[in-house]
């Protein structure tokens, strides 16, 4: 199973939960924003997510939450 992490942008309000309780530095809150003028979270090191979901736990917004896909085919 591949890991995805899927950020609503619009839903998040910057506050950086997601990059505080994350322990192995997958996400970074970025320069970029949101409608609401909010920075938003991005991914900077999805090999080092452990699938813990705590970003998705934590975050006030429902604006994060992780998925697993399936692996293409070879
Ligand atoms: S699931 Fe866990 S390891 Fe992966 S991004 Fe969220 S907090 Fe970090
Ligand atoms: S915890 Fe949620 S609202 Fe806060 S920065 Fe992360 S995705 Fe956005």
Redesign the pocket.
């Given at each position: 199973m591949k890991?995805h992490?899927n950020i609503h942008k619009e839903r998040c309000k910057g506050c950086g939960i997601?990059v505080e309780?994350?322990?192995?530095?997958?996400?970074v809150l970025s320069e970029k924003k949101n409608e609401r003028d909010c920075n938003i979270p991005e991914?900077v090191a999805m090999d080092?997510?452990?699938?813990?979901?705590?970003?998705?736990m934590f975050c006030p917004d429902f604006a994060?939450w992780?998925t697993e896909e399936e692996e293409e085919a070879a």
């Open positions: 890991l992490i997601c309780v994350c322990q192995t530095g997958v996400l991914v080092e997510c452990i699938n813990c979901r705590m970003c998705e994060i992780v």
